[in-house]
């Protein structure tokens, strides 16, 4: 078994990174998540591996393109204000589908917004950011465990996929330290010979580009796109699901806010409601059907969403339900943050509306 | 009507390099776009290193670059070829790797990833392609446009007042300490195609030297958007273009 | 120096009438084809048996489409 160790969520981030194989680190500092550039920049070179502080996001998202264009394992972090300057690398990163792992250590927006922590990048992560019809793998983790876990299971969806994953978290899971356990990472067999390695003379050259002038040959390529999505929607959907069994009303709620929404649910409980909690861990692809069936079922009664935004993801669960059942929300925004007993405030008057008793 | 030759009294002195894909250009009737394209690919035959040599196309006219030169390429998002050049070059430190980038592209919207590749001296050898106007988007003032010189958004020409002084891109970068080599070349006269070889092989073997950035500007023609015949712009360079952008070896530390 | 005989051959259909060969040959041996080739374009051609092999053309020609041959030299015992 692994070591079990006690870590800051952006070191365990760091670290899982590179047990994951991560040949390549290209980033700019930004808070709240500079640490995972300062662990990357001594244990990266220890490792025989690449670390390079580029002069912005820009150029950090666009050396990442060209060394996953050249077949390698690499990675970049930021925060909400530096993804946005990314998202046209990463738009171009997607069309050209190269595999690579994005982490944003999401803060409080719009603009430069605040350095505490927030989910407000759920639209931006989720559908789109940048330009044209692409989808990013997106990964929400709730702990510093999952964070080691899944930043494993993004190299490995990205490179399964030839497709850009993202690690969506926020400042405080990126600052807290928990245990964590670095399971043994076992590296998937990796097909390069689409990689822009040097011509040899058994095949014609390889090359990498989003540009298919040609309206025909672009339509081709977003049908590509389109049927590889709906491959990884069918196979990779991942979510937690607590007390579903007998709950009647569910929480939907994802990372840190899961974390607190689960208390709530502890709580609701306490008090006599059946409550249950839907943590998704792929935002995308999105845990529609679960949705669908708990809100098919007869028990249960109503959803509520809980989220640091304005409301987000509940667009998704709302999709989901399909109008089968009311769906609730409360978010606090700007880099504040709710206590469990703020959420159960919030859910007892939803719980009276939807005529469900303790 | 074909020409027969005799092998036996006619020996071939110059041919198409195989380093070129057969296929036909894009580019317009006289732009400079295909001499450069031939005789970087020839310095890629001539040092054999076609199977560790990867470019990067840019945005702007020579974006197809990657169907016409037979080595690995990328095409990077506008401005950013010196970006995917680095993390390709970091990732592959023994590989041959070469930007071509136009004035738009290099001197503009990738001014700063221009200049911190340079600056950190990144083993690459970035090849600019400048010709004073925008090529693609049909004519548009660059940032290398000379004053007075009209393009459809300075239909006056280019005024200081309104819209700033050109950037002469190689005195800028030949500052840096990071940059091994520097010089401004021209491919509007057979001589100066010679040269403008000489300059890029210098840049490529270079790289091998890992002592820093070579940079090679080439001044070139845009005939279609300087409304002339390519006969006339050729000689427009010499006559106007070269006084703004003078030719010459702003630094060679490469001791080759 | 004694000029040097040569030849060139021209890949007419790939060749766009830029012109700029028949403006950079010092011996006038090139010139515009009275025809066209399927793009349309008047190709360059040979117009007089007066090339002396120098390249300028193939130099600066941005289609590559110019061959040059030279005429070897006769072996004197």
């Avoid at chain 1, 789109?128 to 019809?133: E, N, P």
């Avoid at chain 1, 490179?159 to 356990?181: F, H, S, T």
């Avoid at chain 1, 590509?224 to 979510?239: D, F, M």
């Avoid at chain 1, 919030?346 to 719980?351: A, E, G, K, S």
Wanted: hydrophobic letters at 35%; a neutral charge; proline letters at 5%.
């Amino acid at each position: 078994m692994g070591e079990k160790l006690l870590m800051k969520g952006n070191y365990a981030l760091a670290e899982a990174a590179i047990r994951a194989g991560c040949e390549g680190y290209f980033a700019y500092p930004i808070t709240p998540q500079s640490e995972v550039g300062e662990y990357m920049s001594v244990h990266m070179p220890e490792n025989g591996r690449v670390f390079l502080q580029a002069e912005s996001e820009v150029a950090a998202i666009n050396m990442l393109y060209g060394a996953a264009g050249a077949g390698f394992k690499v990675m970049t972090s930021s925060s909400s204000p530096g993804i946005s300057l990314m998202t046209e690398g990463i738009s171009y990163i997607a069309g050209a589908e190269l595999p690579c792992v994005i982490v944003n250590v999401n803060r409080g927006g719009p603009g430069l917004g605040t350095i505490q922590p927030s989910q407000g990048d759920y639209f931006q992560s989720t559908k789109g950011g940048g330009h044209g019809d692409y989808r990013l793998i997106v990964l929400a983790p709730s702990s510093v465990q999952e964070i080691a876990d899944l930043t494993y299971l993004a190299f490995d969806l990205a490179w399964k996929y030839r497709n850009p994953a993202l690690i969506l978290m926020d400042g405080a899971l990126g600052q807290m330290m928990e245990k964590v356990e670095f399971k043994p990472y076992n590296e998937p067999e990796r097909d390069i010979s689409w990689a822009t390695r040097g011509k040899t003379p058994d095949r014609d050259t390889n090359f990498i580009t989003s540009l298919w002038i040609k309206p025909e040959e672009m339509e081709q390529v977003n049908l590509r796109l389109q049927a590889k999505y709906k491959e990884i929607e069918k196979n990779e959907v991942r979510y937690d699901a607590y007390n579903i069994e007998d709950a009647e009303l569910i929480i939907v709620a994802f990372g840190l806010s899961a974390r607190i929404a689960s208390k709530s649910m502890n709580l609701l409980r306490e008090k006599g409601y059946k409550v249950g909690l839907i943590k998704p861990i792929t935002l995308w692809p999105y845990p529609y059907k679960i949705l669908e069936k708990l809100a098919n079922n007869e028990r249960v009664k109503g959803f509520f969403v809980t989220e640091l935004n304005s409301g987000q993801m509940v667009e998704d669960v709302k999709l989901g339900v399909n109008g089968r059942k009311p769906v609730g929300f409360y978010g606090r925004m700007g880099g504040m943050i709710y206590s469990p007993e703020e959420i159960v405030e919030n859910i007892i008057p939803f719980c009276e509306e939807i005529g469900l008793k303790a | 009507m074909k020409t027969q030759i005799d092998p036996n009294k006619y020996e071939k002195v110059f041919e198409k390099t195989d380093g070129l894909k057969n296929v036909k250009t894009h580019y317009c009737p006289g732009c400079g776009h295909g001499v450069v394209h031939r005789i970087t690919m020839e310095i890629v035959k001539e040092l054999d290193i076609q199977h560790k040599t990867i470019g990067i196309a840019p945005v702007g006219c020579s974006v197809f670059a990657y169907y016409y030169m037979n080595v690995d390429m990328q095409q990077a998002a506008h401005g950013r070829a010196c970006a995917v050049a680095t993390g390709i070059k970091r990732m592959l430190p023994d590989h041959y790797v070469f930007t071509y980038q136009g004035d738009g592209d290099l001197a503009a919207i990738g001014t700063a990833e221009t200049i911190h590749a340079c600056s950190r001296g990144e083993n690459i050898t970035i090849i600019f392609i400048n010709n004073a106007i925008y090529g693609m988007t049909g004519g548009q003032m660059a940032p290398t446009t000379i004053l007075g010189q009209k393009s459809s958004t300075s239909p006056e020409g280019r005024n200081p007042q309104r819209d700033g002084m050109p950037i002469n891109m190689s005195e800028i970068v030949a500052l840096l300490p990071g940059t091994v080599y520097v010089e401004r070349v021209a491919v509007n006269k057979p001589g100066r195609v010679r040269k403008a070889k000489k300059a890029i092989l210098k840049g490529f073997k270079a790289q091998a030297l890992k002592k820093g950035t070579s940079f090679i500007e080439v001044v070139s023609n845009c005939n279609t958007n300087w409304k002339m015949t390519p006969v006339e712009a050729n000689k427009w360079i010499d006559d106007v273009l070269l006084k703004q952008y003078p030719l010459g070896v702003f630094k060679d530390e490469t001791g080759l | 120096m004694a000029k040097q005989k040569g030849m060139v051959v021209i890949d007419t259909e790939n060749c766009k009438g830029c012109g700029l060969c028949i403006a950079n040959c010092p011996t006038n041996t090139l010139g515009f084809s009275e025809n066209f080739n399927a793009n349309g374009y008047h190709y360059s051609e040979m117009k007089q048996d007066t090339c002396i092999a120098c390249q300028s053309c193939a130099l600066v020609c941005p289609d590559v489409v110019i061959t040059v041959y030279r005429l070897k030299k006769e072996k004197t015992v």
